[in-house]
């Protein structure tokens, strides 16, 4: 167990439809970060948050927010979706830039 | 850029045997950290080791060793004598230090399935 937890471990819904993912980092952790990982385009960097502040951005679709709440936690915006939204979303927290990221258990998002 | 390659998609293995993941990557900067990930099929992803590029020394924890090699940029993972749990995807990941870009630029990951 990582000591960082993502919540649903599931989810499906219909394309257009908006969903949110959250994200609790390890105790003490300031950074949080989100991967997304699909079979074609493997694990990528999207958004990383440190200490409430957007700190850098990757492959984020416009569609796509995320934001790191003052106790920490982070959620992860996914709006107008389709079918190629349909990955394993990933959260990872370090306790600063330079340290070993940990990773939540990710969670399954399905567009149907 | 940076880019990590995996050449290895799928390996198998007999239990007990050896096997070596091949990780080549490309930066040009000189100071950077490497990783290894294993993502067993429950589908977590478990951190296994940070190297820096100023320490090539090798590491062993217990039946894992890393050769990490600057001169041909490669980073690979040994595990000897290999047990049925070990079959997962591993992952190595490359991050260059540097104001606010800290994410991991990962491989397309190896998956070794070892046989009983």
């Known amino acids: 167990d990582s000591g960082v937890t993502q919540t649903p471990k599931h989810l499906i819904t219909a394309t257009g439809q908006r969903v949110t993912l959250r994200c609790s980092p390890r105790?003490?952790?300031?950074?949080v970060y989100w991967y997304q990982q699909s079979l074609d385009q493997g694990l990528q960097f999207l958004i990383q948050?440190?200490?409430?502040?957007?700190?850098a951005k990757g492959n984020i679709l416009e569609r796509f927010s995320a934001q790191q709440f003052p106790d920490l936690h982070s959620e992860l915006n996914l709006s107008s979706l389709e079918l190629g939204d349909s990955a394993l979303y990933f959260c990872?927290?370090?306790?600063?830039?330079?340290?070993?990221?940990?990773f939540g258990p990710g969670t399954r998002l399905t567009v149907l | 850029a940076q880019k990590v390659t995996q050449a290895q998609t799928e390996i198998s293995v007999v239990e007990k045997e050896d096997v070596t993941l091949d990780c080549v990557y490309e930066?040009?900067?000189?100071?950077?950290?490497l990783f290894w990930y294993k993502q067993p099929p429950s589908g977590e992803l478990v951190f296994l080791i940070r190297r820096n590029s100023f320490d090539e020394q090798n590491e062993i924890s217990g039946r894992y060793s890393w050769n990490f090699q600057k001169s041909t940029s490669s980073f690979n993972f040994t595990i000897t004598a290999s047990q049925v749990v070990d079959s997962a995807v591993y992952f190595c990941a490359l991050r260059m230090p540097g104001a606010g870009s800290y994410q991991l630029t990962f491989g397309k990951g190896t998956k070794l399935s070892v046989i009983p």
């Open positions: 948050y440190y200490n409430g502040e957007e700190r």
């Open positions: 105790s003490g952790d300031l950074s």
């Open positions: 990872a927290s370090s306790a600063g830039n330079n340290n070993e990221q940990f």
């Open positions: 930066t040009r900067d000189t100071t950077y950290y």
